[in-house]
T-cell receptor, first 115, second 108 residues
Framework: SAVISQKPSRDICQRGTSLTIQCQVD?????MFWYRQQPGQSLTLIAT?????????ESGFVIDKFPISRPNLTFSTLTVSNMSPEDSSIYLC????????????FGPGTRLTVT | DAKTTQPPSMDCAEGRAANLPCNHS???????VYWYRQIHSQGPQYIIH???NNETNEMASLIITEDRKSSTLILPHATLRDTAVYYC?????????FGKGTRLSVIA
């Protein structure tokens, strides 16, 4: 199994500012995934981040709003830019398992509130 | 990815078996059925997966119908700590796509 940590665990930010969320994994992984979970909703995939290449964004998410860095095989950051109250969500990073295919491990999430 | 349908919520008495249904009538032959759960304020947690056969692990059992169009997750002796949102996913690749899930409330 993979152990994933995220920083910060929660934050309250003012609209118009940006927040960078860090995701650290205890093993090397090729792919990392970023999800958003709006209040009372299910998880929505934001993007897939592969080390050494540009992140692939899902429909409705753009790089200018959610820039992602993937400097090595154990770390990634997601920035939420020019925030508005609609960005208030839990942001989770996830990695595929090393065992059977298609298992995923999730970090504890970053709870963001934008005022 | 298969479209899955789950009841929005269910209640279960503590100590009793919780049976959570999922319809995945569009699932294709190479797509697995996965179950994850999300306890409040935590990241989703893998429970079990299966392709054709019924599966059991230390957490739960998964019963898949012969035509693979539906499945049931069974928590044999539900406890208060099993209160969570349970997601059924029919998929053959990553990253996983989550539906709305079933909110299970275990009642003392």
């Amino acid at each position: 199994s993979a152990v994933i940590s995220q920083k910060p665990s929660r934050d309250i930010c003012q609209r118009g500012t940006s927040l960078t969320i860090q995701c650290q994994v205890d093993s090397q992984v090729t792919m990392m995934f970023w999800y958003r979970q709006q209040p009372g909703q299910s998880l929505t995939l934001i993007a897939t981040a592969n080390q050494g290449s540009e992140a692939t964004y899902e429909s409705g998410f753009v790089i200018d709003k959610f820039p992602i860095s993937r400097p090595n095989l154990t770390f990634s950051t997601l920035t939420v830019s020019n925030m508005s109250p609609e960005d208030s969500s839990i942001y989770l990073c996830s990695v595929p398992g090393q065992g059977f295919v298609y298992e995923q491990y999730f970090g504890p999430g970053t709870r963001l509130t934008v005022t | 990815d298969a479209k899955t349908t789950q009841p929005p919520s269910m209640d279960c008495a503590e100590g009793r078996a919780a049976n959570l249904p999922c319809n995945h009538s569009t699932i294709s032959g190479n797509e697995y059925v996965y179950w994850y759960r999300q306890i409040h304020s935590q990241g989703p947690q893998y429970i079990i997966h299966g392709l054709k056969n019924n599966e059991t692990n230390e957490m739960a059992s998964l019963i898949i119908t012969e035509d693979r169009k539906s499945s049931t997750l069974i928590l044999p002796h539900a406890t208060l700590r099993d209160t969570a949102v349970y997601y059924c996913i029919g998929q053959g690749n990553t990253p996983l796509v989550f539906g709305k899930g079933t909110r299970l409330s275990v009642i003392a």
